[in-house]
């Protein structure tokens, strides 16, 4: 079976580093980009960056830019993402999801089609 | 490019026929995908390149448009359904795609 399995909840503190990881099995890893979208509590979902874990190629939305580090380790076929100095502005839920390619008769995409169970993230003092 | 969705929320009942619309800001072709996402829930791919639904969606889901306007439509609605649905345009880079700011779909 083909999952992404996100690593537990976290509470910090403002000013507190942080790393959450996103494991693939079931497929081959190295070969999709993985993305890292955001969810605020009762907001709507934002992208915030995509790795290609074969070669580490990252790319970040420009709100995220300097904000966030997505990095990846395809000998673990795990996903990163991680804060050097939390803030209350980053409670949130964080999403990984896997980058495919689909085509079905007259349609054909990129789209999110494996998503991760979701790690919630508060920050708080 | 922005993605802008409509209405922001909606109720109806069992069995009926609702439309979610989405117009982008600048033509996306047909890289318009939509997720549904239930409380608690990751989000769900639900119909990609505009119109088509992966393996495993009832067909009472259906997508169309092209360029700048999109439609979900929903008809028969079942329990199941009420949630938020979100357009996404994938025609930019990757880093630059954008969900549109979501459709909550309310019981009445």
């Known amino acids: 079976e083909e999952q992404l399995v996100q690593s537990g909840a976290e509470v910090k503190k403002p000013g507190e580093s942080l790393k959450i990881s996103c494991k693939g099995s079931?497929?081959?890893?190295?070969?999709?980009?993985i993305a890292w979208v955001r969810q605020m509590p009762g907001r709507g979902l934002e992208l915030m960056g995509i790795?290609?874990?074969?070669?580490?190629?990252?790319s970040y939305s420009p709100s995220f830019q300097g904000q966030v580090t997505i990095s990846a380790d395809k000998s673990l076929s795990t996903a990163y993402l991680q804060w050097s100095s939390l803030e209350a502005t980053d409670t949130a839920v964080y999403y990984c999801?896997?980058?495919?390619?689909?085509?079905?008769?007259?349609?054909?995409?990129?789209?999110?089609?494996?998503w991760g169970q979701g790690t919630r993230v508060t920050v708080s003092s | 490019i922005q993605m802008t969705q409509s209405p922001s929320s909606l109720s109806a009942s069992v069995g009926d026929r609702v439309t979610i619309t989405c117009r982008a800001s600048?033509?996306?072709?047909?890289?318009l995908n939509w997720y549904q996402q239930k409380p608690g829930q990751a989000p769900k791919l639900l119909i990609f390149?505009?119109?088509s639904l992966p393996i495993g969606v009832p067909s009472r889901f259906s997508g169309s448009g092209s360029g700048t306007d999109f439609t979900l439509t929903v008809t028969g609605l079942q329990p199941e359904d009420f949630a938020t649905y979100y357009c996404q345009q994938t025609s930019s880079a990757p880093a630059m795609y954008t969900f549109g700011q979501g459709t909550i779909l309310e019981i009445k």
């Open positions: 790795i290609y874990p074969e070669d580490s190629d990252t």
């Open positions: 079931g497929y081959s890893f190295s070969n999709y980009r």
């Open positions: 390149g505009a119109s």
């Open positions: 999801a896997r980058r495919t390619y689909m085509s079905k008769g007259v349609g054909h995409s990129h789209n999110f089609d494996l």
């Open positions: 600048q033509s996306v072709s047909i890289s």
